[in-house]
């Protein structure tokens, strides 16, 4: 099994910055693509950053400019730095990670249980 685990979120100020780091666990015999979703009250979950093992990345047109997304292979980890953020990036923050568990196995795709991030002054 795989566990992700985030870890980051909070309270901000808008106009200020967050990172949010999530760190994967167990089995994984290889991470292709890495993202990370959010979820606000009363909307579908959606698309904030993905980032593929070669490094390409790809952001929701809200986030492009503000959101920096990177990952760190030897640690398995995936980071989303949040800068100059507004009261509408409020939201519950997933990351996701597609993983092989073993040489032989199919790849899944994994969640983390998420963090709150909150923006209110």
């Known amino acids: 099994q795989v566990q992700l685990v985030e870890s980051g979120g909070g309270l901000v100020q808008p106009g200020g910055s967050l990172r949010l780091s999530c760190a994967a666990s167990?089995?994984?015999?290889?991470?292709?693509?890495m993202g990370w979703y959010r979820q606000a009250p009363g909307k579908q979950r959606e698309l904030v950053a993905a980032?593929?093992?070669?490094?390409?990345?790809n952001y929701a047109d809200s986030v492009k400019g503000r959101f920096t997304i990177s990952r760190d292979s030897a640690k398995k980890t995936v980071n989303l730095q949040m800068n100059s953020v507004k009261p509408e990036d409020t939201a519950v923050y997933y990351c996701?990670?597609?993983?092989?568990?073993?040489?032989?196995?199919?790849?899944?795709?994994?969640w983390g249980q998420g963090t709150q991030v909150t923006v209110s002054s």
């Open positions: 980032i593929t093992s070669d490094g390409n990345t």
């Open positions: 996701n990670a597609a993983v092989r568990s073993t040489l032989g196995s199919q790849t899944s795709v994994f």
């Open positions: 167990g089995s994984i015999f290889r991470i292709y693509d």
